[in-house]
């Protein structure tokens, strides 16, 4: 007996377009699992930097390469982006900026304001 039934699709989840507000939830999800991941590195650096001259100079030397500024730049943005959005998602807890228009605007400014402060904090930090 024929079944009727089609095969399933395929469906490429990058091909899908996604509002701001769902991108943004992304973000957020993404920064705070790299916050959690990049704990036990910072914990390990502060604890070398405090133990003697000559570990605060061995974190100096640590933090001083591009990769280390390249992940450093990716922990303020962690940083940055997850208290932003984390701030916009307490306010729509409290129906502030719930209407469609507002949290599109409100997701739009996280996204601009998240990446203006990343690269402030950057120049005067790792720089």
Sequence with gaps: MESDKKPPVFLD???????????LSIGHRISGALLFLS?????YLLDLSLQSSAGFEQVAAIL?????KMIGF????CVTHHLLSGIRFLLLDIEVGIE????LASARAVFIAGAVLTFIFSAV???
Excluded: M, N, Q, Y
């Design 13 to 23: 989840l990058l091909l899908i377009h996604k509002p701001v507000s769902a991108l």
């Design 39 to 43: 704990i036990p590195f910072l914990i």
């Design 64 to 68: 001083d390469g591009w990769f280390a």
């Design 74 to 77: 990716v922990v303020i943005w």
């Design 100 to 103: 469609r228009d507002h949290a």
């Design 125 to 127: 930090i790792l720089f």
